[in-house]
């Protein structure tokens, strides 16, 4: 089963030339709705695995993509295709609403 990957400031870029549509979940430690959400992103890098790239990025942490995206609260989400941002989520949803966002991006 895939698991979602550590992305950091420095492998960031890497991942985003990977090819395949990229969702990163914004988190940190202390934020208890990015605790609730963690699991649905973890699933969803098991329902993907090889089509999509799923990472976690601890903003605590990575300060310079975090500022680049101008990320204030999270959890936020990030969806990405081609190394272009193609949508976003901030706030905890369920896995549906996520999936219905990256799915389209998924060939």
Avoid: Y
């Avoid at 985003?16 to 959400?37: H, R």
């Amino acid at each position: 089963m895939g698991k979602a990957i550590e992305i950091t400031d420095s492998n960031f870029d890497e991942i985003l030339a990977s090819g395949k549509p990229v969702l990163v979940d914004f988190w940190a430690e202390w934020c208890g709705p990015c605790k609730m959400i963690g699991p649905v992103v973890e699933e969803i890098a098991g329902d993907f695995e090889g089509k999509a790239v799923i990472g976690k990025l601890n903003v605590d942490f990575n300060p310079n993509v975090s500022a680049k995206f101008g990320i204030r609260s999270i959890p936020t989400l990030l969806f990405f295709n081609n190394g272009e941002l193609v949508d976003k989520q901030i706030g905890v949803v369920g896995k549906a609403d996520l999936v219905k966002k990256l799915q389209p991006h998924v060939n």
